[in-house]
């Protein structure tokens, strides 16, 4: 019992860590470019400071710190370089940053104000949001100071407490550089949020622009665009369009409140009629939509569909008129598909088109031609006979 509560408080304790840190690696491609583009510069310009001081320190000895600036300008040509992930090209910069802070206070024999410079560049590697070039930082300051200062003490620390103890003032610095970085940790944190924020709000607009506010169902906006990956993609699909009968009549007997909770219920019944055969649209007022992407293995359902909107009652009677047609074989591009649907059910509406069953059973047939060229001519001749029945 006690290891479960335990186990329970450790859990409890790791997600409220996970909520309060921020996650790391979020940046948009264009920003990281953006800030790796302002941090490497940064780097060039220490690669210029460091042999400056160094002469101005030293003078003709300043010649025995080329190799540490050679290794800058290493790291500085790596982060550059276009080949290796962001993640390795900001550990460049960041090595770049830290060894030229190291490098500032081996030239200065430990000044303890050149120390830092290392809060300086932590605050700047925040910049990248990762946790790797962040916790590089606090890892390279422990590890330089300790092993630098336990090999030469003199240049890495100006003070007899340090040279005698030089891992504890390490683990001291590696601490404080770690709190020094702590406000820009948690600029880094209100960013993420901020853009979490930002995406979910994007992602809401989205679905709301591709919806329709009354009904739930999809809107025109969203069918044109998956019809457009239909004809993107070649493949035969379903398109059908229901333009109700008797709906003005309703509407003017019951009110526009109760229409529109007829059109809630239709749109359910269609939904559920196309189910995940499909997807059911509402095109506006009472023009509905449904987009059957795959036929196979049965009639395309025009039938079912239509009798989604077939309502009866003490003075009233609703039902559908159906165009339908199969895309891409029928049309062009999604606007011509729609047209044909239109110019179909208008058709119907007006005694001059076959029903929906008979447009189901026409369907079927074209898509039979367009799958299986070489039955054409028998699918057009049972065509031909079907519609003498």
């Known amino acids: 019992m006690i290891s479960t509560s335990a186990g329970s408080r450790l859990q409890r304790a790791c997600a409220w860590l996970r909520e309060i840190l921020p996650h790391g690696g979020s940046l948009p491609d264009a920003e990281w470019r953006r800030r790796h583009a302002l941090i490497s510069g940064l780097l060039w310009v220490t690669i210029v400071i460091v042999p400056v001081y ?16 050679a290794s800058l300008v290493a790291f500085a040509l790596l982060a550059h370089w276009e080949v290796p992930s962001r993640k390795w090209r900001s550990v460049s910069a960041s090595l770049g940053l830290l060894a030229a802070s190291a490098s500032l206070i081996d ?48 240049a890495v620390f100006n003070n007899p407490a340090a040279w005698s103890a030089p891992w504890a003032w390490a683990a001291l610095h590696a601490m404080y550089v770690a709190l020094a970085g702590i406000a820009g940790v948690i600029a880094w944190r209100l960013n993420e949020q901020v ?3 930002m995406r979910a709000a994007q992602e809401e607009l989205e679905r709301i622009s591709m919806t329709d506010a009354l009904t739930g169902l999809r809107n025109r906006r969203s069918l044109m665009s998956d019809l457009e990956s239909v004809f993107e993609r070649g493949e035969p ?26 059109l809630a219920r239709l749109a359910t019944r269609l939904g559920s009629a196309v189910g995940g055969a499909g997807r059911a649209y509402r095109l506006g007022g009472d023009e509905f939509c449904a987009l059957a992407d795959s036929i196979e293995g049965a009639d395309p359902p025009l039938e079912r569909w239509s009798e989604a909107f077939t309502e009866h009652g003490e003075g009233f009677s609703v039902s559908a008129s159906c165009g339908a047609a199969l895309v891409p074989e029928e049309a062009g591009d999604p606007s011509e598909a729609l047209r044909v649907c239109d110019h179909r059910m208008y058709a119907q509406k007006h005694g001059g088109r076959p029903t929906a069953a008979t447009q189901s059973r026409d369907v079927l047939l074209a898509a039979l031609a367009a799958r299986r060229s070489e039955l054409e001519d028998h699918v057009n001749s049972v065509a031909v006979v079907a519609r003498r029945v």
């Open 107 to 154: 030239i200065s024999g430990g000044l303890i104000e050149m120390h830092f410079s290392f809060f300086v560049v932590v605050v700047v590697l925040t910049l990248y949001e990762d946790w790797v070039p962040f916790l590089l930082a606090v890892a390279f300051v422990l590890l330089h100071h300790g092993i630098m200062g336990t090999l030469d003490p003199h």
């Open 237 to 262: 699909a379903v398109l059908a369009i229901f333009d109700l009968n008797g709906f003005k009549e309703y509407n003017d007997r019951f009110g526009h409140p109760a229409g529109d909770s007829l």
């Open 195 to 197: 853009r979490e924020r």
């Open 54 to 69: 160094a002469v101005a320190a030293h003078g003709a000895d300043a010649s025995r710190y080329a190799p540490e600036v």
